[in-house]
Nanobody, 117 residues
Framework: QVQLVESGGGLVQPGGSLRLSCAASGSIFSIYTVGWYRQAPGKQRELVAAVTSGGSTNYADSVKGRFSISRDNAKNTMYLHMNSLKPEDTAIYYC???????????WGQGTQVTVSS
């Protein structure tokens, strides 16, 4: 069974930065679209950023210019670099991998990001 494991969450001050990582247990990223979602209390889960196997990216309007997604297929790992963090970014962040041809997808367990002074 493929598993995704997030790391890098924590407490950071407004204006600070964090890098989230998501590692897969198998060699799957080369044919998957991978991305990050987040869910805050009382809010719907939303897409934060995603990148396809071909390198195309898309970002939520709320994070454009502040967050950057990247992937290292050789390491089966993807990253989310978060800069200029705001309290509104506080949420549980989940990594996701979706096969680009089959109805197969995986979710990580989530990592908490808290932006507070």
């Amino acid at each position: 069974q493929v598993q995704l494991v997030e790391s890098g969450g924590g407490l950071v001050q407004p204006g600070g930065s964090l890098r989230l990582s998501c590692a897969a247990s198998g060699s799957i990223f080369s044919i998957y679209t991978v991305g990050w979602y987040r869910q805050a209390p009382g809010k719907q889960r939303e897409l934060v950023a995603a990148v396809t196997s071909g390198g195309s990216t898309n970002y939520a309007d709320s994070v454009k210019g502040r967050f950057s997604i990247s992937r290292d297929n050789a390491k089966n790992t993807m990253y989310l670099h978060m800069n200029s963090l705001k309290p509104e970014d506080t949420a549980i962040y989940y990594c996701n991998a979706r096969h680009e041809r089959l109805v197969v997808y995986y979710w990580g367990q989530g990592t908490q990001v808290t932006v507070s002074s």
